[in-house]
């Protein structure tokens, strides 16, 4: 009665040679049985090992890369954002705050259209009620949201025809659920703020543009409007 070998598996070879990578080195005869691809036999296993090191090694050098210009990239955006908010902090009325604090966004940012409204603006423009109020439907818990596809109500409200895509960002404080305002920034290029966008620093600037405006605003409501 014959016994069949139990069949090895080739998952098995891979994983026993990770775990043992000298195995080579203790048994050198296994060498002149090893068969590659490229017919040279076991004279081009240690170069085949160097052309496998050497693409990891320019793969490593592109993930270092990419972390590199991803560093220096959040490095410009925060010296930018430090820009912004030592505006904000020296702002001292709300004419400055509206007209100093968009244009040094579309400066610093290089943004083509700035617009801001808030809520006590709005009730003294029936007109953009109906607008008003669907931006607010969209920006829930205070997050900032970038589409491409805005309705024509809300990019109505906001921009004229040349913008194609915005980023809406609601203007609030932290001891507040309250939406104070909308600040809507817009570009020309469909692809510059699309929904899939990471909004993070969106809400940072939305923040501190809320602190800002709540400072400066009038407890009369019935005195302010931006």
Known sequence: MSHSKPRFKTEDLAEYLQGNPTVFQQHPELLEIISLSDSRNASSLLERQIGVLKERLVAQK??????????????????????VICLLISCTNLSQFASEFPSTLKQTFAIDQVSIKTAQSVTRRPSEAAGYEET????????????????????????????????????????????????????RDVERYTHDLGTAHLDKLGLMAGLCLKRLQPKSVSSTDT
């Open 62 to 83: 592109m993930t270092h890369a990419e972390l590199f210009q991803n560093a220096r990239e959040n490095e410009e955006i925060s010296n930018q954002f430090s820009e």
């Open 136 to 187: 607010l439907r969209r920006l829930t818990n205070n997050t900032s949201l970038c589409d491409n596809r805005w309705p024509s109500r809300v990019m109505t409200l906001f921009f004229n025809d040349d913008v194609r895509s915005a980023a809406l960002i609601p203007l609030h404080t932290n001891t507040s659920k309250n939406t104070l305002g909308v600040l809507a920034l817009g570009s």
